[in-house]
């Protein structure tokens, strides 16, 4: 794999950012997206870009969302479509909410059809700090959960056509977090949480379970060497959920109805900022940035075929 160093890609407008980007893995047309991120001493992003067969292309559609960090990007597996939501740092016009100390956040809706951005309109629509969402192969739609400026955790679903709040879930998982990781998990057809971010250093480890009407807790914990935030996926042919947890050295685990365990592959990815399910190669995806000798930064891609991990181009 032919690999760039950031700097020099990115200073050549051959790369996006490495950081606070959107990304998700489209199954249907085997590529890599990426909307916005964070720029050295400038504002955010708003370029799209495809990442495919080990090439980066920066992708110029009629209709681009306003720039931002932190947006949440789940693959909607009924709609063939990747779904965007929210973000923040977005330009002042497209704000709907300030949280502390001085954030403009979104609450808008984008979907990518493999060739260009549409808005959708919803009825309803959430505006939260910090959303996670993912697809919930259960239930057919998207579940995002994120903070209302208040500090609540709340959770929305997304059918293709509105946003739903799931008002009966309000205020948990507990304590509330930001930028934690969602899964569906084969086993029990729940969606999973646990980890993320919470600023006063609050115990986030317990797992909780969507079972499409509210959060319920768990007898499980991760354990203190996976990274709060690590990633994970469906692992369908285990009828587990795969983490893979940025620790150094990475590490990887599964997450079942027994609880955590950690396997030990030959070979493991150095970077754990994305993952996404390849359900039709059954396997999953594995990819961002990892630090290459120094200061500079290269972008890699590994796939877990139920036993290892092996470096790709998607």
Known sequence: MDF??????RAAGECPPISCFASEFDPIRREIIFFGGCLPSEPRSDATWRYKDGTWTRLFPSDTPPARGFAAMAFDEA????????????????????????????????????????????????????????YDYA??????IGVTPANTMQ???YDGVDWTHRALADRTPTPWRIY?????????????????????????????????RTWTKTLANAPPAISGLASFAPEFAQKSIL???????????????SGFRQVHPVHQPGTCAGMSPDRSRDRVLVYGWTEFKGDSWQFEVWFWSGSDWTATTV
């Open 4 to 9: 760039l160093a950031n700097e020099q890609c």
């Open 79 to 134: 709609l063939g479509v990747i779904v965007m939501y929210g973000g923040s740092d977005v330009p002042d016009w497209a704000a709907e909410a300030t949280v502390s100390p001085d954030i403009a956040i979104s609450g808008d809706t984008w979907t990518w059809d493999g060739s260009d951005w549409t808005e959708q309109h919803p009825a309803h629509h959430p505006v939260l700090f910090g959303p996670s969402a993912t």
């Open 139 to 144: 239930r057919h739609q998207i579940v995002l």
């Open 155 to 157: 959770t929305w679903t």
């Open 180 to 212: 934690e990781r969602l899964s569906f998990g084969p086993a029990s057809s729940t969606v999973a949480t646990f980890g993320g971010y919470n600023p006063s250093n609050a115990d986030i480890s317990a797992v909780w379970k969507w079972d499409g």
């Open 243 to 257: 983490i893979c947890s940025d620790t150094q050295p990475a590490t990887t685990w599964l997450l079942n109805l």
